[in-house]
């Protein structure tokens, strides 16, 4: 399976500071993408990183991916109480001609003010 | 434009009723996604379309389970009969293109409770 595994499970900071977590996944993929989830709300797509990128930035946010390690990493800067949320690594299962979207069991982001 | 819409928001059924989940995708998307979330599963791929063509559905739980997408505008998910274990948040998204090379749009969900 070319599931992504999101680590730490849980993550518990305080307001302003930095929140990493990480992803690795299984197989080569063209792409890795991350998704935001609040509490009883449908996913939020956050970036897409190409295989032949490294690094990638979104206002406060920063992907980096390593293919040579199967892995990837989120990282949010100066974290704030509405970043509470959970957060999904997603990687392509390919068949074929055709391909979807595996998604990790997700890291659950608290941030207290 | 609205996002993907899903109704109905919560549906509390009877075992052995059945169950229809809807979905109206982003105007323009191509694909379109049925994923299943639970606590103990996490988010499952049961079925996917593209130009209104069932794709893969090697992810739908059993017959009991029926997806339908009769036009670029719309798309139905069906239990029937449904069960208890079918207790679960259902998620519909739509994407740009083909397969996995554009971010999904999720809708809100549905949040099925089977008694």
Redesign the interface.
């Given at each position: 399976s070319q599931q992504g595994e999101e680590d730490p499970q849980a993550l518990s900071i305080q307001e302003g500071e930095n929140a990493t977590m990480n992803c690795s996944y299984k197989t080569s993929i063209?792409?890795l993408?991350w998704?935001r989830q609040n509490s009883g709300?449908?996913?939020?797509?956050l970036i897409?990183i190409r295989s032949n990128e490294r690094e990638k930035h979104s206002g406060r946010l920063r992907v980096t991916l390593d293919t040579s390690k199967k892995s990837s990493s989120l990282l949010i800067t100066a974290s704030r109480a509405a970043d509470t949320a959970s957060y999904?690594c997603a990687t392509?299962t390919v068949?074929g001609a055709?391909?979807?979207?595996?998604?990790?069991?997700?890291i659950t982001l608290s941030v207290r003010p | 434009d609205a996002g993907?819409i899903q109704s109905p928001r919560h549906e509390v059924t009877e075992m052995g009723q059945e169950v229809t989940l809807r979905c109206k995708p982003i105007s323009g998307h191509n694909s379109l996604?049925w994923?299943r979330q639970t606590m103990m599963r996490?988010?499952e791929?049961l079925i996917?379309f593209n130009n209104n063509v069932p794709?893969?559905d090697s992810g739908m739980p059993e017959d009991r389970f029926s997806a339908k997408m009769p036009n670029a505008s719309f798309s139905t998910l069906k239990i029937q009969p449904s069960e208890p274990r079918d207790s679960a948040v259902y998620?519909c998204?739509s994407s740009l293109g083909w397969?996995?090379?554009?971010?999904?749009?999720?809708?809100?969900?549905t949040r099925l409770t089977v008694v």
């Open positions: 063209n792409n993408q998704y709300r449908g996913l939020v797509h897409l999904f392509p068949t055709n391909s979807k979207l595996t998604f990790g069991k997700g | 993907v996604f994923y996490g988010l791929l996917y794709i893969d998620f998204a397969g996995t090379n554009y971010g999904y749009t999720f809708g809100s969900g």
